[in-house]
């Protein structure tokens, strides 16, 4: 077992390494291919031939999702009518180890011709492929990490790794927001972090336990009991939230071994609970609850911007939505 894990660990060195090596590699020539990308009014298409088109191919899905337009263009399509996509105004981004990959060099005359500057990420600056190239980003490798030499290893990660630097210096060119990000990411945990508001997620209307400040505690508990929440808010006579009732209040209210129910909601209700607005992520709500001192509430009254009771969020709610 140690001589398998002895190698995995070497190859995983190796990569790193290869990355580490790649850091003094960056200069003048990296700065003028995000310039030349910033200017464009076109997309960046991206190709790459084998290993270093599923390098591409991932490559262009990050800048798509971060705010830099982009699409794939396989090279052997392209040089039978896939051509068709690419405009003046367009980036190509290539990728190839050896810089003379043939599906690729093929289309470099009717690249020129369109008038597409084009951005090599290539491992032979003296390859076809640089020479024919605007900007070219090294992405040379002393050594695979397969023993043989020969399966694409250190050579890709480098690749993918130079591709993401260039696209997270882009986002952040862009000013790409979080906001925009949900935008391109609504589907999952992510989407629902960063999209879905409490509005979406609270009992409101018939389903919003409240109930008014003249109320009894039996009035909050036969309210607690209808809605199943477990709490109440009790709000004054323009609706405006003034305190919360918990099931937990109820309970301690039962250790006094008085006659509670009768009490006036006021003499128990928490004033000034915790709160949050109906415009917030859910996300915020979930913080909230988990972050609670001194213990965590699983209960949040939602306000409007005058304070009125419009609703209520409770944590099952956000963990039934995926919200995490």
């Known amino acids: 077992m140690m001589d398998i894990l002895e190698e995995a660990k070497e190859v995983l060195q190796e990569e790193a390494a290869g990355i580490e090596k790649l850091i003094p590699k960056l200069d003048q020539s990296f700065v ?32 798509s999702s971060t705010g830099t337009p982009s699409i794939w263009l396989h090279p052997a399509e392209g040089i039978h009518g896939d051509l068709g996509m ?12 050896s810089g003379e990959t043939t599906e690729i060099i093929n ?11 084009i951005i090599s990420i290539v491992g032979n600056h003296n390859s076809t492929l640089a ?8 992405a040379s490798v002393e050594k695979e990490a397969c023993p043989l030499g020969l399966a694409p290893t250190t050579s890709t990660t480098v690749s ?13 060119r862009h000013h790409f927001t979080p906001d925009q990000f949900a935008v391109f990411h609504p589907g999952g945990a992510l989407g629902r972090k960063l999209l879905l508001t409490v509005e979406n997620v609270m009992h409101k209307g018939n389903d919003n ?14 309210m607690m009991t209808e809605k199943g929440l477990g709490a109440v808010s009790v709000v004054d006579g323009e609706g405006v939230l003034i305190g919360l009732v918990t099931d937990g209040d109820v309970r301690r209210g039962l250790e006094t071994g008085s006659n509670f129910l009768k009490w006036p909601v006021e003499a128990m209700m928490t004033k000034n609970p915790r709160v949050i607005t109906d415009d917030q992520l859910a996300a915020a709500a979930l913080h909230i609850m988990e972050k609670n001192q001194p213990r965590p509430i699983t209960v949040l009254p939602v306000v409007d911007k005058d304070k009125k009771a419009v609703g209520m969020i409770h944590l099952t709610d956000l963990l039934r939505r995926g919200v995490v």
């Open 32 to 63: 003028n291919a995000v310039n030349i990308i910033m200017e464009s009014s076109g997309r960046v298409v991206v190709t790459g031939m084998g290993k270093s088109g599923h390098i591409a191919r991932k490559v262009s899905a990050t800048l």
């Open 86 to 97: 690419v405009t003046a105004d367009d980036i190509i981004l290539a990728f190839s180890k």
């Open 107 to 117: 289309l470099l005359p009717s690249l020129r011709r369109i008038g597409a500057k």
């Open 131 to 138: 020479k024919n190239s605007d900007v070219i980003l090294d």
């Open 160 to 172: 993918l790794a130079l591709g993401d630097a260039l696209a997270v210096v882009l986002l952040s």
């Open 209 to 222: 336990p409240v109930i008014s400040e003249d109320s009894t505690v039996q009035d909050a508990l036969f």
